[in-house]
Structure formats: C-alpha cells, structure tokens
C-alpha cells in the first residue's frame, strides 16, 4: 500500500470521530506524521505492519491501528475536539433560525455548544467592557483559535473589522456564513498556530484575541506559546486561560501559568488581569 493513500485511509478514520470531523486531512495526516517523527520504534512497528497485510481494511482489524488511531486522537483533541459538546452538528440549523430572528437568544444557543463559549456566556457583557476599558473601542479584531466566540459579536457592541482563525475548515466556513447573515464585516480562515505566519495575520489590528488556547498549544508543541505570543503584532493581546478543568470539578493552580507570568515581565508588556469564576485573563499592551 502506497503511504499517501494509507495516511488519507487513517486521516478517514480518524475523523469518524465526531468532535473531530471538523478537521481537515491535511491538518490530521500532519499529525500522523509528527507523531511517527516522535516515536521512530513506533513508526517502524506500524510501517511494517502494513507491509504484512494485504490492504487498509486487514490493517484496520489490527492492534498497531488502534493504537495510532488512539495516540493520534487523544493529540488532535488536546487541540480541538475537547472543547467541543454533545450538540455541536446543531449549529447549522440554529443559524438557520438566527437569520430568520437575530436575537440575543438565537446567538445564545450556538454559544452554548462550545464548551469555552457555553462557560463565559454569563459573563460576555463584563468580559467586553473590561477589556474595551483598557484597548480603548477597536477597529480591527483578530480572534485566534477563535471556536465559536466570533457569534458573541453582538455583546461587544461596536462594529470592528473581524478576523476569525482557527483549524477547521469547517468551522471557518460556518463563521464566514455567520459574519454573512449578520452584515459583519469580516473574514474567516483556517489557521494553524503552531507554522503559519502569526506576525503577518495579526499585523494592523487593534485588539488580538487568543482565548484558552495556549494550555493546548503546548501541549502539541513545547515552547510554542512564547513564539506566538512574540510574534503576535496587534497592538493588544488578550490571552485568557481555564482557571477550573472541564465541567469545573477541579481548580487549576496558578502555578500552572507561571511561565505566562515570567515572560510578560521578561518582554517588559503592561498587562493587566481579571477573572471569571472559571476563567483569566491577561490585556497585554505591546
């Protein structure tokens, strides 16, 4: 079996999985192979299992599938799938039914189907005026790792320039539909944080948001939030982090943000900082 045509057979798999069929293939077979350049052993045991079955579908019934299929999941989630509910294949009829009644209400229901969004849906009106009070009102708004806190535009209450970011094709173009029902001016585009030109998209925007994503970065690549948080050019950045775990059971220590805190002093950045009960976030002025 060719080893293009077997990672597109695995990529299929792996987003089988609902909270992963937003991803694209390229995105998910990039994630293969990252995770064979990080175990050589592994890759070797895979690769010669293939060799040894007669097509995908005698590979598909083995042990060395199942645990690629797994390791490469349980990444893509830290990254993606987690945030993502139960009801989250409803967002394309409730925008339906927000074209039709534009109301507080009607945003309300998409909002409610991250589980980021769903957390801070109390508290939007608050999270915008603290930080318009300190950025001053935008013009220009980029939304990196943005989910699906572009529909919380309402509750911002000015009418700035908007671009969303974020991995999934899918997601981008159901924003775009979004930003188009409700006379937005804006664009949606599917960004990787971890190699695209993160300089080059946040340039000339006034306000930069990066809500709960680093934690998530990291995870995919060590070290990665201290080169995208440099290389961000807005002239604001509002980085906010979970201060409780999913479902808010568990407290997450500020220990865990230490090296935010670190490197905020070490660039020498105003910042300044308020907290919901399950979230914080950083205003940095650069």
């Known amino acids: 079996m060719e080893t293009e045509e077997f990672l597109k057979k695995l990529a299929d798999d792996i987003i089988s999985k609902k909270e992963l069929s937003g991803l694209n293939h390229g995105f998910v077979i990039e994630k293969i192979k990252k995770t064979f350049d990080l175990d050589g052993k592994l890759k070797k045991r895979i690769l010669g299992k293939v060799e040894r079955c007669s097509g995908y579908e005698q590979f598909r ?42 109301s507080r209400e009607a945003h309300d229901k998409i909002l409610a189907l991250h589980q980021s969004t769903k957390e ?3 508290y939007y009106d608050y999270v ?47 924003i775009e539909e979004y930003f188009k029902a409700r006379n937005i001016k804006g664009a949606a585009v599917r960004v990787d944080l971890i190699k695209d030109d993160v300089a080059g998209l946040t340039a000339g925007f006034d306000v930069c948001f990066l809500f709960k994503a680093l934690d998530s970065l990291e995870a995919t690549k060590r070290n990665i939030s201290r080169t995208i948080m440099k290389n961000i050019s807005s002239s604001h950045v509002v980085v906010s982090f979970a201060t409780k775990s999913i479902g808010g059971k568990k407290s997450i220590g500020n220990e865990r943000r230490s090296w935010f805190d670190k490197l905020i002093k070490k660039e020498r950045w105003d910042c300044s900082v308020f907290e919901l009960p399950n979230e914080i976030f950083y205003i940095i002025k650069k």
């Open 61 to 102: 019934r083995t042990k060395e599938h199942d645990e690629l299929l797994k390791k490469t999941r349980s990444e893509l989630r830290e990254v993606y799938g987690v945030f993502i509910l139960e009801d989250y294949k409803k967002r394309t009829a409730l925008l339906e039914e927000l074209k039709r009644n534009p």
């Open 128 to 174: 915008y005026r603290k930080i318009f009070e300190t950025t001053g009102i935008p013009r220009k708004i980029v939304d990196l790792a943005c989910g699906l806190n572009p529909v919380s535009y309402p509750y911002m209450e000015c009418r700035a320039e908007y671009l969303a970011c974020d991995i999934s094709d899918e997601d981008m173009k159901f």
């Open 120 to 122: 801070r849906l109390p």
